[in-house]
């Protein structure tokens, strides 16, 4: 489910561009949405916390994303993104933005349950459709 | 002023049971209010209680949470009590970060913060959890004093009952900060939540040190924490209206013959009556068939479990041939497994209560008062006799026959302590117990005291059978007691004059006698020294058995007790 939600709202912001600039903009774009959304709810320092044991587990994965960083409070979620996705695969590195925005809502729904999280998310993109998904509490367990 | 020209303040129902009793009625609508406690009491849980209970789209609440509580994890943590209705989440409650303002800015931001989102919002409930923390946070960069604060709180409390909210702060305060810090003054009303612990147990407790229009109820007030959030147990109990008082008029039977005429026909209905006698003798037997022939004729009847689950209760019951299943299925009978941790008896008596008047029960058994204490926190075992005293009233008074059973250990006079204390509240008492009867150990039955009621005073042979107690002949003759017991007649003493000592309770008897009298004739009548009559008149007045008064320079003794039986 979180790895779905991460996909649509990734491609929404998106839009046309396919390049990894356009990416690492699109990400850095649905960031600050997300920020502006939960920040008054689970706090500045809880959305920071969340978003930087997001960004941790994708560089584990994806290494090239070493050297990003999260500073919401400093105007710029994801520091160092657009430098990292440079000359990259374009097909990579949507996958690694996937898999880091996956991460940050399989953290939000461990903590604040599936229901609320999703609540968010549909609050922050109302236009984008996420109701045909399934409950996907399994996959948020994990 | 008259009636008409009167403001009125409309209540609202905090949604937590029992606590619109305990605070008279409800939360004054617009009251700026104050839930404080210690580290763990359940503050959170409160107020998010009464938040959920009554925020709607119409009448939204907002809550503000600040440093020192993440609100990742409050939400995470309260999520999973039954209240906590996700679909109210960010429509009827917003939920609002202020930790940046607390630390950044000074409570001149933070009340700015406050109202900008009051006025987005428009909220019918406004929380701030915790309020200490904005206090300390802001604190530390602006050195305020206390009257800054307390300017402060008066403009929050303004502002916030003008924009027609009922607030509340919620704060991690010790009682001896109620003198010097404004909050306390500012605030309508004050609820304070206490954890009381001793030996291994810690129960919960309340207290409503104030709440501004209306007429709380005073002291402290247990409630238990579970999946469902807070319930509170009113320490009177349930306030009995005068309509709803009534003696009813008649005599229940007992479901065995021969003890129903001991007791003249009966017990008297809406009498409380003790059944005390030694492990095995019967007792709960007796419960039973008292119950069961209650509903037999129409009856309905609570009993209320300590040592047993209702399911096991209820099979031993169908083995002596009493389908009390048959009677919880239909709807006549309830039994009550009351057994949790730290009980206390406000908590008990509201589920024999509810069960009662769930059922428009006549009878209620409590089966047993020593499973009874045993299952209470300790804390509550110093007042376990006015509690029970209040709990038999309050079910008396509505006209239900109370009867309660308690073990007496019968070795080396060993006398507890719970049935010398109960016996002065109840109305009457059958005793039960061994003897050596012509070399068999018999079991004997005994009316010892009726308050309402003459009765017989004949010891009874009597026979657990498989069809529930059977009253046999009246013991005559010699009664050999085996060794260690106490006598007969100083049980009934016992339980006759709970406190009293046998030459006490002859000194008593020699007053009753006399109606009245001075020390010195008691003295000369009973051939007593002075000093030891002293102390046993001494021991009349401390336990109300005796009145004195002065008549022309002289001492003159009273009794107030009378004869058991009379």
Redo the contacts between chains.
């Keep these: 489910m979180a790895m779905e939600v991460a996909r649509r709202l990734l491609t929404h912001e998106v839009g046309e561009g396919q390049d990894p600039e356009d990416l690492a903009k699109a990400a850095e774009s649905a960031c600050q949405k997300l920020y502006r959304q939960l920040a008054k709810l689970i706090g500045s320092a809880g959305f920071q916390a969340l978003l930087l044991r997001a960004v941790s587990l994708a560089k584990a994965e994806f290494l090239f994303l070493k050297r990003v960083e999260s500073e919401p409070e400093a105007g710029t979620c994801l520091k160092g993104l657009l430098e990292s996705v440079q000359g990259r695969d374009p097909g990579v590195v949507k996958d690694s933005l996937i898999a880091m925005f996956a991460n940050f809502i399989s953290l939000l729904v461990t903590f604040i349950g599936e229901d609320l999280a999703l609540r968010l998310v549909r609050k922050t993109w109302p236009e984008v459709p996420f109701d045909d998904m399934g409950s996907g509490s399994e996959e948020a367990k994990k | 002023m008259s009636e008409r020209q009167r403001v009125s303040i409309r209540q609202l129902p905090t949604g937590v049971p029992g606590l619109d009793q305990v605070i008279g009625g409800g939360l004054p609508e617009y009251s700026f209010n104050l839930i404080a406690g210690g580290p763990g009491t359940g503050k959170t849980t409160l107020v998010q209680q009464i938040l959920f209970a009554n925020a709607s789209p119409e009448h939204p609440g907002l809550y503000f ?1 600040v440093l020192g509580k ?4 409050m ?2 943590y309260q ?1 999973q009590f039954g209240f906590f209705d ?1 679909d109210k ?2 429509s009827a409650i917003r ?3 202020l ?2 303002e607390v630390l950044d800015e000074n409570l001149s931001k933070v009340l700015e913060s406050i109202v900008r989102e009051v006025e987005g919002v428009n909220p019918g409930i406004v929380v701030v959890d915790s309020f200490r923390t904005v206090v300390r946070g802001t604190s530390k960069a602006t050195e305020i004093d206390q009257l800054g604060l307390q300017s402060f709180l008066q403009r929050l409390a303004l502002y916030l009952t003008s924009w027609q909210a009922t607030t509340f702060l919620v704060g991690e305060y010790l009682e001896s900060e109620m003198r010097d810090n404004p909050v306390f003054t500012v605030a309508d009303g004050i609820l304070w939540l206490f954890q009381s612990s001793e030996r291994n147990s810690t129960v919960r407790k309340l207290r409503v040190m104030k709440m501004r229009g209306q007429a709380p109820v005073l002291g402290l007030h247990t409630f238990r924490i579970t999946q469902n959030g807070i319930e509170v147990f009113p320490r009177t109990f349930k306030q009995i209206e005068e309509k709803e008082r009534r003696r009813p008029s008649g005599r229940l039977s007992t479901g065995v013959a021969a003890l129903d005429k001991m007791m003249g026909g009966g017990i008297p209905a809406g009498d409380s009556v003790l059944v005390a006698g030694p492990s095995g003798s019967g007792k709960t037997m007796l419960a039973a068939q008292f119950i069961a022939e209650g509903v037999r004729r129409g009856e309905p009847g609570v009993i209320a479990v300590f040592e047993e689950r209702p399911q096991e209760y209820l099979e031993w019951a169908e083995k002596l041939g009493f389908n009390l299943k048959e009677m919880t299925h239909l709807g006549n009978l309830k039994v009550l497994y009351l057994h949790p941790l730290d009980l206390s008896p406000n908590e008990a008596f509201l589920e024999i209560w509810e069960a009662t008047r769930q059922l428009g029960a006549k009878r209620v058994v409590i089966d047993s008062l020593s499973g009874f204490e045993m299952t209470l926190a300790p804390t509550f075992l110093e007042d376990l006799r006015e509690s029970l005293y209040r709990m038999i009233e309050a079910l008396t008074d509505i006209g239900i026959t109370v009867l309660m059973t308690v073990e007496r250990v019968e070795v080396y006079n060993e006398l507890r302590f719970s049935p010398y204390l109960i016996s002065f509240l109840v109305d009457d008492i059958i005793l039960q117990r061994y003897i050596e009867l012509e070399g068999r150990l018999r079991k004997i039955m005994t009316v010892v005291k009726m308050r309402n009621s003459p009765h017989s005073k004949d010891l009874r042979i009597y026979e657990i059978t498989s069809r529930g107690l059977v009253v046999g002949e009246v013991v005559k003759g010699y009664c050999n007691l085996p060794p260690g017991l106490t006598s007969l007649g100083e049980i009934i003493t016992q339980l006759a004059y709970p406190g009293l000592i046998d030459p006490e309770v002859r000194v008593l008897r020699a007053l009753i006698e006399l109606r009245e009298a001075p020390a010195e004739t008691l003295a000369q009548r009973m051939g007593l020294q002075i000093p030891d009559l002293v102390r046993a008149l001494d021991r009349l007045l401390a336990l109300s058995y005796a009145t004195q008064e002065e008549r022309e320079r002289q001492i003159i003794y009273r009794p107030v007790a009378k004869i058991p039986g009379q």
């Design positions: 949470t993440p609100p990742l994890k939400l995470r999520q996700l989440v960010d939920f609002v970060n930790s940046q």
